[in-house]
Nanobody, 127 residues
Framework: QVQLVESGGGLVQAGGSLRLACAAS????????MGWFRQAPGKEREFVAI????????DYADSVKGRFTISKDNAKNTVYLQMNSLKPEDTAVYFC????????????????????WGQGTQVTVSS
């Protein structure tokens, strides 16, 4: 079983930065693709960024490319999302997730492909 706990959210002005952290536990998390998703009020949960289980491959939603960076530190049991040049449209609850299947060789971006979720952390960007 994988447990995930997000932190690092908050209120920031447009153009600012935040770094989200996802503390992971449960021995199999290091063998799973990890992702960050977000959900704004009245909208569906959407893919933001993912990193392969071995850390070699990342993928980003077009809306955050060049501004957000996902990384992982197995020794610290943590996945990070560095968010720069934040925009008001980035306002949402951000969720960390671990893929349903271990050792994936393909990058998956649908929420359905993720079985383990954190409770979420609120990010609010003011204009």
């Amino acid at each position: 079983q994988v447990q995930l706990v997000e932190s690092g959210g908050g209120l920031v002005q447009a153009g600012g930065s935040l770094r989200l952290a996802c503390a992971a536990s449960g021995g199999t998390w290091t063998m799973r693709t990890m992702g960050w998703f977000r959900q704004a009020p009245g909208k569906e949960r959407e893919f933001v960024a993912i990193i392969s289980w071995n850390g070699h491959t990342t993928d980003y939603a077009d809306s955050v490319k060049g501004r957000f960076t996902i990384s992982k530190d197995n020794a610290k049991n943590t996945v990070y999302l560095q968010m720069n040049s934040l925009k008001p449209e980035d306002t949402a609850v951000y969720f960390c997730a671990a893929a349903r299947t271990r050792g994936l060789k393909v990058m998956v971006t649908r929420p359905y492909d993720y079985a383990y979720w954190g409770q979420g952390t609120q990010v609010t960007v003011s204009s």
